[in-house]
């Protein structure tokens, strides 16, 4: 390596930046490439402006081929108070300029800069980049927009009688403004019900194709998965576990399809148990009913309650002979409690070997030695519960 | 005992012809309708104890019937019967009038079991309901308008925390050393809470479920 390449290359591109613009970021952006303070070309700028309005056309023409400075920063919008106090200035100097008779062109002058301010706003609103953006774009800014052209027309048409009115030809130019305004006005009426029938057809196909995605979406779905399932259950007709497995398994996803709010799989502790429970369901052909009162994030010891869960779950549809397991979740401020209950044969905790790792290593065990607990309550014939109580860190 | 004279309120045949089939003797159908407009006419007509009555059907679903039929006056109860498990059907059969929510899965003896309690008066809460009541009543920020309708007793939350934990009336009763008469009378006044209190939040609350 010889050399380090510089990181701004030697000639920058002019660009307007954001941040910190008075107007559009012209003379911040010029100032920054000929290393100057910006107030020195903003003055220079307003200055140009009282004679003859050269400051306005020359601004205009750098806004107009000077690229926005691509940023990711968020548009802070403008200094208000930078902008008035630039326009006193050459409010001020344009007084000066008038009682002295400086300023050569006179008031006639000032119409153009005007319609060519205003023709600058209509040309960047229609850059086709833009209006492709505008397509996507929230409401906000569509509103915005149409503020912007209404300023943009205004500016034209205020510059375009001004400069008649200037000229001293308004009133030859009255007749031929009429005659237009009747033409437009007649093919506007003549228009006018068909653009409306237009307008509306594109919106009633509009609908029709979200409604037809939607209907694709739903065909999709129930292809997928119900169709599917039908067809695996007609063929394993003579195994009625696993029809009922299938059975059980679809829907339970046509549920969670239909009615529960769309989750990020494993990113909250009721998505989680009820996607452990599912699994395990699948796994032993039990139903396992769950019932989840509020919900949380999942963070590390959570993650521990959710494995001893599961294996609650194990146990339960596994060993107890139970015909249904509950779940019962139940998250509160500052603590989280997980029943597994089942209503099966049960057993006497005590004559349960040192050396199973279900109960005491995988639930009890692991709970503790993350912080939280748990409780096995059982006896021979009454069925067994879990309960799993884990403190919330958050 | 008595038996309870019930009629069966759902737009599938094959679903009516299996309930009929699995109800226990204390049970008896006097008749079937299948969409709101034959249900209301027939509970007029029957008088039944009992109405199980299906949430989505033709012509406004269960919420229509219980409208109908309640906003006239009529003393009948109703136990809705449903396959679905949103929080916005089953909260709004309970505050249209039902006095108990089960889901179709739910077997014989356990239905026979709701309808008797329904018939005698009482409410019945299917582990669900009682998690959906639980969750609905404890996210509360504003202070309650009416701290007697608007919050839940700490025995009745408990009554709930058992029921959703797959818990009957009869273990409940055991496990609160309560008797099962008690489990009753707080089931019911939670269920006339939910019916009752105006908590704007209880129905944002399970239209918001759905849209989260």
């Known amino acids: 390596m010889s050399e380090i390449p510089d990181a701004t290359p030697a000639f920058p591109k002019l660009t307007r930046p954001l941040s910190g613009r008075v107007v559009a970021g012209v003379a911040q952006g010029a100032a920054e490439q000929l290393r100057l303070d910006p107030v020195v070309l903003r003055l220079a700028f307003v200055l140009l402006t009282v ?12 806004w107009m081929f000077t690229p926005r400075e691509p940023s990711e920063k968020v548009d802070r919008g403008r200094d208000w108070g930078q902008v008035a106090a630039y326009g006193l200035v050459g409010f001020v100097l344009a007084a000066i300029g008038v009682l002295s008779g400086a300023a050569a062109g006179g008031v006639a002058t000032w119409p153009i800069a005007i319609g060519g301010i205003g023709s600058l706003i209509l040309w960047q609103q229609a850059d086709p980049g833009r209006r492709q953006r505008w397509m996507n774009s929230t409401v906000g800014q569509v509103r915005q927009t149409w ?24 009133a030859q130019a009255g007749t031929g403004l009429m005659f237009t305004a009747v033409v437009v006005g007649g093919i506007g009426l003549i228009a006018a019900p068909w653009l409306a029938s237009l307008w509306k057809e594109l919106q009633k196909e509009r609908t029709e194709r979200i409604r037809q995605e939607e209907r694709a979406e739903v065909a999709a779905h129930v292809h997928d998965s119900v169709l599917h399932t039908l067809t695996l259950i007609q063929r394993n007709a003579n195994d009625p576990r696993e029809v009922t497995r299938l059975a059980r398994s679809q829907e339970r996803e046509l549920r969670n399809w239909l009615y529960q709010p769309k989750q990020d799989a494993d990113a909250t502790l009721a998505a989680a148990v009820r996607r452990v429970a599912a699994e395990e369901e699948d796994a032993h052909g039990i139903p396992i009913e769950i019932v989840c009162v509020g919900d949380c994030e999942l963070d590390e010891s959570l993650s521990a309650l959710l494995h001893a869960a599961r294996q609650a779950m194990v146990n339960a549809a596994k060993y107890s002979e139970s015909p249904v397991v509950s779940v019962y979740l139940e998250i509160e401020p500052d603590e989280v409690t997980l029943f597994v209950r089942d ?22 065990g692991r709970m503790e030695r993350n912080g939280g607990s748990a409780r096995v309550k059982t006896a021979p014939g009454e069925g067994t519960e879990i309960m799993l109580t884990m403190k919330r860190t958050a | 005992m008595k038996t309870v004279r019930v009629l069966i309120v759902d737009d599938h045949r094959l679903f009516r012809s299996g309930v009929r089939a699995e109800l226990g003797p204390s049970i008896q ?9 034959t249900a209301v006419r027939t509970i007029a007509e029957l008088e039944p104890d009992v109405v199980l009555l299906d949430v989505h059907m033709p012509g406004g679903g269960g919420q229509e019937v219980l409208r109908r039929v309640l906003g006239g006056g009529s003393q009948v109860r109703f136990l809705a019967l449903s396959v679905s498990d949103a929080a916005e059907d089953v909260i709004g059969v309970i505050r249209g009038g039902a006095r108990g929510y089960v889901t179709k899965t739910i077997n014989g003896n356990e239905l026979t079991d709701a309808i008797n309690r329904v018939a005698e008066g009482d409410a019945v809460f299917s582990p669900r309901l009682a998690g959906f009541v639980l969750d609905a009543f404890a996210s509360t920020e504003a202070p ?9 007793t700490t025995r009745e939350r408990e009554v709930l925390r ?5 818990y009957a009336y009869k273990e409940i009763a055991k496990e609160l050393f309560i008797s099962v008469k008690t489990v009753e009378t707080h089931v019911s006044s939670v269920l006339r809470k939910l019916q009752l209190s105006n908590r704007h939040e209880l129905s944002r609350w399970a239209t918001a479920r759905r849209l989260v």
């Open chain 1, 51 to 62: 004679l003859d309005g050269l400051g306005i056309v020359a601004y205009a023409a750098l």
């Open chain 1, 147 to 170: 503020v912007r052209s209404g300023i943009g027309l205004l500016l034209v048409v205020v510059g375009a009688i001004g400069f008649l009115v200037a000229q001293d030809q308004l």
């Open chain 1, 343 to 364: 209503r099966g044969k049960g057993f006497t905790l005590d004559d349960v070997p040192d050396d199973r790792m279900g109960i005491r290593q995988s639930i009890i």
């Open chain 2, 29 to 37: 159908v006097v008749g079937e309708a299948e969409d709101v407009e």
């Open chain 2, 144 to 152: 309650p308008i009416d701290p007697e309708l608007d919050s839940l």
């Open chain 2, 162 to 166: 058992l029921i959703a934990r797959g």
